[in-house]
Nanobody, 125 residues
């Protein structure tokens, strides 16, 4: 059974930083994809960043490029999302996801099998 547990969310002021963590169990970082998504109530879920666990290739949404960074620690079976220069519009529930259906070494921001429960990020102006 795959279990993804997010942590690290919280409330910060605009311009601040947070680091989200996603600890995976029942899932091996072995040439598959891990990603972060976010969702605001009433809006569609948005892909934020993805990483190919086999080699570390990353894919960041245009809305977060230069501000957010996804990374992994294979020894800890954990993926991180560093959030910097936060804006009020970054306020959302952030979800970790895992997938093994994408071919190749590039992970797209869709098609994920497993999801965590989410961690809330709130940015005040």
């Amino acid at each position: 059974q795959v279990l993804l547990v997010e942590s690290g969310g919280g409330s910060v002021q605009a311009g601040g930083s947070l680091r989200l963590s996603c600890a995976a169990s029942g899932w091996t970082f072995n040439s598959n994809c891990m990603a972060w998504f976010r969702q605001v109530p009433g809006k569609e879920r948005e892909g934020v960043a993805a990483i190919y666990t086999g080699g570390g290739n990353t894919n960041h949404a245009d809305s977060v490029k230069g501000r957010f960074t996804i990374s992994q620690d294979n020894a800890k079976n954990t993926v991180y999302l560093q959030l910097s220069s936060l804006k009020p519009e970054d306020t959302a529930m952030y979800y970790c996801a895992a997938g093994d259906t994408q071919a190749g070494s590039w992970c797209y921001l869709d098609d994920y099998n497993y999801w965590g429960q989410g961690t809330q990020v709130t940015v005040s102006s």
